[in-house]
């Protein structure tokens, strides 16, 4: 998928997510974490459905891969505290 195909998924995955359709955007997502100018942008609304649905252990995963291609990420470091404050698993 070109920038414009993995865009308009990430679009399509944002506006699921923003409607409370988490199974949809989490699935979007997945879709366009191989193009690498978006596999942040997916990775991160990721961790923050995972940590929604306390699915802790998958969230930081999420975000441990941003911020291993990110060091220093504050808002991937800002969600990370976000869902280490969390309970679940």
């Known amino acids: 998928a070109g920038q414009a195909d993995g865009g308009s998924l990430a679009w399509a995955a ?5 409607e409370g359709d988490d199974a949809t955007a989490l699935d979007l997502y997945a879709r366009v ?7 942040r942008e997916a990775r991160l609304g990721m961790a923050i459905i995972l ?5 802790r ?3 930081l ?3 441990r891969a941003v911020l291993e291609l990110t060091p ?3 808002h ?5 505290a976000w869902i280490e ?4 698993r």
């Open 14 to 18: 944002r506006l699921a997510q923003d």
């Open 33 to 39: 974490l191989g193009d690498a100018a978006l596999a």
């Open 51 to 55: 940590g929604k649905q306390q699915r």
């Open 57 to 59: 252990d998958e969230a």
């Open 61 to 63: 995963a999420q975000i």
């Open 72 to 74: 220093g990420d504050r």
């Open 76 to 80: 991937a470091a800002e969600i990370q």
């Open 85 to 88: 404050g969390l309970p679940g």
